[in-house]
């Protein structure tokens, strides 16, 4: 199985990559194969509501920006797996501008091509209680299951993580991360 990830996170090494890397390690445990996308590294413009996409008049956006290499990446995996912190009572900004430009994978009628019935995976830390931003995976999955037409292959939500390290300090956070990427 071939699982792509985006980490909306500015950081690199906080608490969402490290719950990735214990994903992706045990994803490849069970012989799948995994990119990682820091959104922090990749130029992706805002969505400019041209529709041109929808359209079809070109192939993903009118952006010549990284959406199009990933967009590919993602047609290409079994499994995408969306990752951030909670920024404001949501996801990232990085992440949340990425996601905009998934209006490419909708047609005129909004009806769904290309990511339809690809599995996802969800996972969202906080500094607050894991259970407190609930709601921010509940958007994740709406959007990714009824809307985007995927089906839900699991989700993590990870809180009290106030600090970069902190996830480190919970071993039980890495073996459930672990855990999910060897039932994908």
Same mark, same amino acid.
């Given at each position: 199985?071939? =699982?792509?990830?985006?980490?909306?996170?500015?950081?690199?090494?906080?608490?969402?990559?490290?719950? =990735?890397?214990?994903?992706?390690? #045990?994803?490849?445990?069970?012989?799948?194969?995994?990119?990682?996308?820091?959104? =922090?590294?990749?130029?992706?413009?805002?969505?400019? &509501?041209?529709?041109?996409?929808?359209?079809?008049?070109?192939?993903?956006?009118?952006?010549?920006?990284?959406?199009?290499?990933? &967009?590919?990446?993602?047609?290409?995996?079994?499994?995408?797996?969306?990752?951030?912190?909670?920024?404001? #009572?949501? =996801?990232?900004?990085?992440?949340?501008?990425?996601?905009?430009?998934?209006?490419?994978?909708?047609?005129?009628?909004?009806?769904?091509?290309?990511?339809? #019935?690809?599995?996802?995976?969800?996972?969202?830390?906080?500094? &607050?209680?894991?259970?407190?931003?609930?709601?921010?995976?509940?958007?994740?999955?709406?959007?990714?299951?009824?809307?985007?037409?995927?089906?839900?292959? #699991?989700?993590?939500?990870?809180?009290?993580?106030?600090?970069?390290?902190?996830?480190?300090?919970?071993?039980?956070?890495?073996?459930? &991360?672990?855990?999910?990427?060897?039932?994908?």
């Amino acid at each position: 199985m071939n =699982i792509v990830v985006f980490n909306g996170s500015p950081r690199k090494n906080g608490g969402c990559a490290a719950l =990735i890397q214990a994903l992706v390690a #045990g994803a490849q445990k069970k012989g799948h194969t995994a990119k990682v996308f820091h959104l =922090i590294d990749q130029r992706v413009e805002p969505c400019l &509501a041209c529709y041109a996409c929808m359209g079809r008049k070109v192939e993903f956006c009118v952006h010549d920006d990284d959406f199009t290499p990933m &967009a590919r990446d993602l047609l290409a995996a079994d499994t995408v797996v969306f990752a951030s912190p909670v920024y404001m #009572g949501q =996801i990232t900004g990085l992440l949340k501008t990425f996601f905009d430009r998934w209006i490419t994978f909708a047609e005129p009628d909004f009806s769904i091509r290309h990511v339809k #019935g690809k599995r996802f995976v969800t996972i969202v830390t906080s500094g &607050a209680p894991a259970d407190r931003f609930k709601e921010v995976t509940d958007y994740l999955k709406y959007w990714l299951g009824e809307f985007f037409k995927m089906r839900h292959a #699991g989700s993590l939500m990870a809180g009290d993580l106030h600090d970069p390290g902190d996830v480190q300090k919970r071993p039980d956070l890495l073996r459930e &991360a672990e855990a999910l990427g060897q039932a994908l």
